[in-house]
């Protein structure tokens, strides 16, 4: 039987085997399921989906995309006001200064000592706690001083301290009713704050009362509310808060209003104005001014009622003081309704001080109105410079009427009388401020410079600085004229500087 293949056929193999390079052996997880190849690929990201591509010839814009800034802050921040507060504040005390051993405080009894000068010029007397706290309600104490250097706050006694001690005690005697005006200058640094602080102390301890502005710059810089005094021409404009905060101080500073008591309740209708609250018939007036500081509607008229009881027989003198006067002496931030600025005199408080500064109202019983000025923040008003400077001369120059004379008298030695500097004919000047300042020198209106300390003041005050540990050096005669020198005079302020600010 013949076979139908041949044995070429037989000679090949029954199936074809795949290539060596097509058996790749897949690897394969432990426990997976799936090969790798089996499992799904990544897509790519498409780029440029739903833009439109940029043609030719036209720039596009290339947009970074950033990430969006939170605004919420990172640290915390201040509460309203706590910034002014840490600015405004006052240190007092400091525990790490030298206590001074055997430093006398000023008394009632040591203002007469002082008077009569009995070894207490150039002397530092220290203030009692409540002298300090009486200085502390009417903002007599300033930032900028150094009361936080020493243990305690003291007071130089210098020759312009005795003078104000005379003063004092001339006026606090009975049957006096004379009021004394007087302007406080000098050059920056020269101690004119302090020398309020001082006259603020020697009418406490003699039992006057005091009402203190104490920067006038807060009165006309536009930051309180103000509303128009109604029945008033010209236009008055009354600032109740501020006179509601005077009123609080004028209450903590003076306990001698606790011995005060209201008149009578007629007079609680004697002013312009109705008082919209209930006033007890027998209150104090140390109430009386609580009242007008707890509100603010009838601030205004509380004061004003005030002011009329101290102006009876029998109450004590008045001490009025203001710091800053420059400021007061010129336009104010306020405006009218028709947009116009309101001059620093038509606001009530302001008048009510320039009425008693110029001696158009007096005081019935007696006291002293003080105002002293700023050179470290001191506004351009021209004509208050030249006001100043004219009152000055006039009172350095009496006017003194020409000496009968004789055919041997020589005419070089004749006096002649005092002309004021003239004016500048191009310059405008404030006839108001012009006015007030031409009334004050007719009441008895003087200026007072402050001049630098001399040797034996400055002596004095550097040795206590070396007592209470802040100068190291040992005081000697020629450190205290170098420092004398270099403090331009013995300018207290660059005395300071000099001495314990500056480290080399």
Same mark, same amino acid.
Request: proline share 8%; glycine share 6%.
């Given at each position: ?38 499992? +799904? ?145 000098? +050059? ?249 300042? +031409? ?17 034996? +003041? ?47």
């Amino acid at each position: 039987m013949l076979f139908q293949s041949c044995w070429r056929c037989l000679s090949k193999p029954p199936f074809r085997s795949l290539p060596l390079y097509s058996r790749v052996i897949q690897p394969t997880a432990s426990f997976a399921t799936t090969t790798s190849l089996q499992r +799904e690929q990544p897509k790519k990201a498409q780029r440029n989906v739903g833009k439109a591509v940029p043609k030719r010839g036209v720039k596009s814009t290339f947009q970074m995309k950033r990430k969006k800034r939170s605004l919420e802050p990172k640290s915390k921040r201040p509460q309203p006001g706590e910034r002014k507060a840490l600015r405004k504040r006052i240190v007092l005390s400091n525990v790490n200064a030298l206590k001074i051993e055997g430093m006398a405080d000023i008394t009632a009894e040591s203002i007469v000592n002082i008077h009569q000068q009995q070894g207490l010029r150039s002397k530092v007397l220290g203030l009692t706690g409540q002298t300090i706290d009486q200085l502390r309600a009417v903002n007599a104490f300033k930032p900028t001083q150094a009361w936080g250097l020493f243990r305690r706050p003291g007071m130089l006694i210098r020759e312009e301290t005795i003078q104000y001690a005379k003063l004092f005690e001339d006026l606090s005697q009975k049957g006096v009713k004379k009021t004394v005006r007087r302007v406080i200058v000098g +050059e920056r640094g020269s101690g004119k704050t302090t020398m309020l602080l001082q006259a603020m102390t020697m009418a406490f301890l003699k039992d006057w009362v005091v009402i203190n502005i104490p920067d006038a710059q807060d009165i006309v810089l536009g930051n309180t509310a103000y509303a128009p005094v109604p029945q008033t021409s010209p236009t008055l404009y009354a600032q109740r808060s501020y006179v509601a905060n005077l009123l609080s101080s004028i209450s903590r500073a003076n306990p001698i209003l606790t011995k005060i008591n209201l008149s009578s309740p007629e007079s609680v209708y004697s002013t312009q104005t109705p008082i919209g609250i209930p006033i007890p018939p027998s209150i104090s007036l140390s109430r009386l001014a609580i009242l007008g500081s707890q509100d603010t509607e009838s601030a205004t008229q509380i004061f004003q009622l005030l002011l009329q009881e101290l102006s009876l027989p029998g109450h004590p003198p008045l001490l009025i003081c203001i710091d800053g006067l420059a400021h007061v002496m010129k336009e104010s931030a306020y405006r009218t309704p028709g947009f116009k600025l309101i001059h620093a005199h038509d606001l009530a408080i302001v008048r009510w001080f320039m009425d008693h500064f110029s001696g158009a109202t007096s005081l019935p019983n007696g006291g002293m109105v003080l105002a002293a000025t700023s050179n470290s923040n001191v506004p351009n008003v021209p004509t208050f410079d030249v006001a100043l400077t004219e009152l000055e001369e006039s009172k350095s120059h009496p006017d003194s009427p020409p000496a009968e004379t004789t055919t041997t008298t020589p005419i070089s030695i004749i006096p002649t009388p005092y002309k004021p500097p003239l004016r500048n004919p191009f310059a405008t000047y404030d006839p108001r401020v012009l006015s007030v300042f +031409e009334s004050g020198k007719a009441a008895g209106l003087e200026v007072h410079r402050l001049r630098g300390l001399s040797k034996e +003041e400055t002596r004095a005050l550097m040795e206590y600085w070396a007592r209470s540990g802040v100068l190291r050096d040992q005081v000697t005669d020629r450190l205290v004229a170098e420092k004398w020198t270099l403090s331009g005079g013995g300018v207290i302020g660059e005395l300071e500087r000099a001495s314990i600010r500056m480290r080399v």
